[in-house]
C-alpha cells in the first residue's frame, strides 16, 4: 500500500485538514470538538447562509428541508409536472396503463422526476450529464435565477435560467444560445430546457416511456450522496439517535475552509469511528505496507551517476514539461532524439536549469522543421563531443543519426556515452554500418592514465524490437562485448523499440524505465553505482 499524505481539498487551510485527519482516525481531541462547536449556527440567524449546500443525515431530512423551502419562498415559483408519452403503436387505454406504472423513484426513470418544485432563489443542481465537456454534468450546481415556461398547464416546457457557482460550466451553452437572452437575463445565466429521455416500466420491463422533464433537482442531499463534492460553503445537519461510523469526517470534509463550515449541531458522542476500519488500516500501514517499485534518481543522486534517455517526439513541443520532469531533471546526463529543433531556434528556449545543453538538428531535410535530430544535456561541462552520423545519403544513406561523449564518473571511471537514432524501415545494411563508423570513432577515445577504467553506453531507439530472436542476433552480432540491458516494453504499442548497451560489469549497473505522459515512448534511465 502506497498512503498518500498530501490534503488537496484544504490545502489553503492546514489547521483545519489536520482536524480532519485527527477525526477520521478517532483521535480529536477536546479543541477539535470545541473548535467545530464554534461553527454551530442557528437557522434563524440574521447571516444565516440559505444558499449554501444542505447536508442531512436521511432522505427524509432532505425532503422536509427542500419542502420547507419551496413553500417558504416568497419569489417565482412553479410545481413542474413532466410529460410522459408510451412508446409504440398502443391503445389509449393501454397507454394510460402503461403510464400509471411509471415509479415515483427517479433512480428508475433516467434521473427525471415526475414533478419538479422550481423556487427563484434556490439551489438546483444538475441530475444527468447533459454536455461534460461544458461542465453540463450530474451534479453541477447554482442558484435558480429564472423560469420560463411556455406551456399553460405549467408541464415541462421553455427554459430555466441557473447560475452556476463555477463560471466555466455552462460556458459554450451560454454562447450558442444568444438568442435566448433578453434584457431580463444575466449574461452569466445559464439555459437549461427540458430533456427526453426513454426508460422501462412494468414488471418484465415490456413497455417503454418517454418523459420530457428539466434535468435538475433540489439541491440538499445526504451525506452520504455528498461523496466526492468540494465545496465553498456548507451547512451540515448531524442530527442522529445513533452512531454512524464516519458520517462527521465525510460531511465535515466536504469544505474547503473551516471559515466555509456552518453545522446545525455537533455531538461528539455520535462520532464514530468503525473498529473494522481501524484494524484494516492498521494492517495497511505495517503487514502490507510496501516500497514503490519505480526508480527515483533523485533519492540517490549523490552515490549512482544517472544517464538518460527518451524519443521525446519534439523537444520543441515539449521543453515545458521536459523542464519540469523530476526523473529527467535528476539525471547527470540526458540524451534525446526525434527532437524536432531547427538551426533558426534560439538556443535559450532549449535550457534546462543545471545542465549544459549541444543541439543536433537534422539538417537533411528541406522542410523548415525536421522531425528528426538529437540532444545532448549534461550537468558536467561538455568537454568534448561528436557527431558521427547524420541522416543524409552521404553519411548513413538517410538511415541513422548517432552522436558521442564523454564523461567522468569518478576519477576511476570514464564512460563514453553515445546515442542512436535509426529510422524505421531503413535498410539493416546500412544501420550495420552507421554503428560500425559509431564504433570505430569511439576506439579513438582513450585515457592515457592505465588504473582508469573506459567503458560505453549506448542509448537509443533502434526501431527494432528487442522481442524479436532476429534483432537480438543481429544486434549480439554488431555489439559482441556489449550486454543489452532493457527487459521492459519501451512504448506504448508493448514493444521495445529503445535500448541500452554497455560494456559495465554486471553488478555495477542497473536500468530502468518509466512512464511518460507527452510521448509514446518510456524515459530510461540507467544507473551506475560507484
Not at 535498410?427 to 577515445?445: G, P, Y
Not at 523499440?497 to 559495465?504: I, P, R
Request: charged share 20%.
Amino acid at each position: 500500500m502506497f498512503e498518500l499524505t498530501q490534503v488537496v481539498r484544504q490545502q489553503d487551510c492546514i489547521s483545519f485538514a489536520e482536524l480532519l485527519n485527527r477525526l477520521r482516525e478517532g483521535i480529536h481531541t477536546v479543541d477539535d470538538v470545541q473548535t467545530l462547536q464554534s461553527r454551530i449556527i442557528s437557522a434563524e440567524a440574521q447571516h444565516y447562509p440559505a444558499s449554501a449546500q444542505h447536508l442531512f443525515k436521511t432522505n427524509a431530512q432532505v425532503e422536509q428541508y427542500n419542502t420547507h423551502m419551496y413553500n417558504s419562498s416568497i419569489l417565482h415559483k412553479l410545481l413542474v409536472t413532466s410529460v410522459d408519452s408510451a412508446v409504440g403503436a398502443v391503445s389509449d387505454d393501454m397507454a394510460t396503463h402503461v403510464l400509471h406504472m411509471i415509479p415515483q423513484d427517479i433512480r428508475k426513470t433516467a434521473q427525471l422526476a415526475n414533478t419538479i418544485a422550481l423556487a427563484v432563489g434556490g439551489r438546483y443542481e444538475i441530475s444527468v450529464n447533459i454536455n461534460v465537456g461544458d461542465g453540463l454534468a450530474n451534479g453541477a450546481g447554482g442558484l435558480l435565477k429564472k423560469i420560463q415556461l411556455t406551456s399553460a398547464d405549467n408541464t415541462a416546457s421553455g427554459v430555466i435560467w441557473i447560475h452556476f457557482d463555477d463560471a466555466a460550466v455552462g460556458a459554450q451553452a451560454r454562447i450558442d444560445s444568444k438568442s435566448l437572452y433578453k434584457s431580463d437575463v444575466n449574461t452569466l445565466w445559464t439555459p437549461i430546457q427540458p430533456l427526453c429521455r426513454q426508460f422501462q416500466v412494468g414488471r418484465g420491463h415490456s413497455s417503454q416511456v418517454i418523459r420530457k422533464q428539466f434535468p435538475v433537482r433540489q439541491y440538499a442531499k445526504t451525506i452520504h450522496r455528498c461523496q466526492g463534492d468540494t465545496l465553498d460553503q456548507v451547512v451540515v445537519d448531524l442530527t442522529s439517535k445513533r452512531k454512524e461510523p464516519h458520517s462527521h469526517y465525510v460531511a465535515l470534509s466536504r469544505v474547503k475552509t473551516l471559515d466555509g463550515l456552518f453545522a446545525l449541531n455537533v455531538d461528539p458522542e455520535k462520532i464514530h469511528v468503525s473498529e473494522k476500519v481501524e484494524c484494516k488500516m492498521s494492517q495497511l500501514r505495517s503487514t502490507r505496507h510496501t516500497t514503490l517499485s519505480l526508480h527515483q534518481p533523485y533519492l540517490d543522486s549523490d552515490t549512482c551517476y544517472h544517464v538518460g534517455f527518451l524519443n521525446v517526439r519534439s523537444l520543441h513541443e515539449h521543453i515545458e514539461c521536459v523542464q519540469k520532469d523530476h526523473f529527467i531533471t535528476a539525471c547527470d546526463v540526458n540524451l534525446f532524439c526525434e527532437t524536432c529543433t531547427s538551426s533558426s531556434d534560439v538556443a535559450d528556449y532549449y535550457q534546462l536549469p543545471d545542465f549544459n545543453c549541444m543541439l543536433y538538428h537534422d539538417t537533411s531535410s528541406d522542410l523548415h522543421r525536421s522531425h528528426y535530430g538529437l540532444t545532448l544535456y549534461s550537468k558536467s561541462p561538455v568537454l568534448f563531443s561528436h557527431q558521427v552520423n547524420t541522416l543524409t545519403e552521404q553519411s548513413s544513406h538517410r538511415s541513422v543519426e548517432s552522436i558521442f561523449t564523454t564523461a567522468a564518473v569518478h576519477p576511476k571511471l570514464l564512460l563514453k556515452i553515445a546515442c542512436v537514432y535509426r529510422r524505421p524501415n531503413s535498410k539493416l545494411l546500412h544501420f550495420q554500418k552507421a554503428i560500425q563508423s559509431l564504433l570505430n570513432d569511439m576506439s579513438m577515445v582513450e585515457c592515457d592514465d592505465t588504473t582508469v577504467q573506459v567503458h560505453t553506453v549506448i542509448v537509443g531507439d533502434f526501431n527494432l524490437d528487442w522481442s524479436d530472436q532476429s534483432t537480438r542476433t543481429m544486434m549480439s552480432q554488431l555489439l559482441p562485448s556489449y550486454r543489452q540491458l532493457v527487459t521492459n516494453v519501451t512504448t506504448d504499442y508493448t514493444s521495445t523499440l529503445d535500448h541500452v548497451y554497455t560494456t559495465l560489469p554486471e553488478d555495477t549497473v542497473q536500468c530502468y524505465t518509466t512512464e511518460c505522459y507527452f510521448t509514446d515512448h518510456k524515459f530510461i534511465t540507467v544507473c551506475i553505482h560507484g
